[in-house]
């Protein structure tokens, strides 16, 4: 009976962590880096072709 006990709140103690401890959620608009386009400064180039 002790050992199932303590089996049961370390399980509860374990999903409990796991639960509070998820992933944060990144905003779209924290990300300030345009990877999928030229910067400004690349734009007025002969290079990239603009």
Do not use: H
Request: glycine share 10%; net charge negative.
């Amino acid at each position: 009976m002790k050992t199932q006990l303590l089996g049961l709140i370390t399980l509860c103690t374990l999903l409990l962590t796991m639960l509070l401890s998820g992933c944060m959620s990144a905003n779209p608009d924290d990300q300030t880096v345009p990877w999928g386009r030229p910067a400004e400064w690349e734009r007025d180039t002969p290079f990239y072709g603009g």
